[in-house]
């Protein structure tokens, strides 16, 4: 039932901008967490940024200290779509992006604990 479309990456230059998103379809439940994830060729999936809904309300957003003060994650509920805005992006940043889902609204850094995945959208950021 649950879907997650990602969209938005693409190649920009180092100190540039990029705004993700994902579309959600099936979430049903009102207290759940969002978030998103990325991996770059030989690395492990690792945490970026996260937020919980309770009741209509966004609340606890946490961000991966890579990220902090450049990226912030935010939603549209009237589209069901979460956004990953990115800013002053570096190299380091190349990878492959993921939003997920966690039904039981906790906030983790281990993309074991998630439940349900998006395809990725690529990301790219040159020097």
């Known amino acids: 039932q649950v879907q997650l479309v990602e969209s938005g990456g693409g190649l920009v230059q180092a100190g540039g901008s990029l705004r993700l998103s994902c579309a959600a379809s099936g979430l049903t439940y009102l207290h759940y967490s969002m978030g998103w994830f990325r991996q770059a060729p030989g690395k492990e999936r690792e945490f970026v940024a996260a937020t919980k809904w309770s009741g209509g309300t966004s609340y606890s957003k946490d961000y991966a200290d890579s990220v902090k003060g450049r990226f912030s994650i935010s939603r549209d509920n009237a589209k069901s779509t979460v956004y990953l805005q990115m800013n002053s992006l570096k190299p380091e940043d190349t990878a492959v992006y993921y939003c997920?889902?966690?039904?039981?609204?906790?906030?983790?850094?281990?993309?074991?604990?998630?439940?349900?995945w998006g395809q990725g959208t690529q990301v790219t950021v040159s020097v």
């Open positions: 997920a889902v966690h039904w039981k609204g906790a906030v983790l850094t281990d993309p074991a604990k998630w439940d349900y």
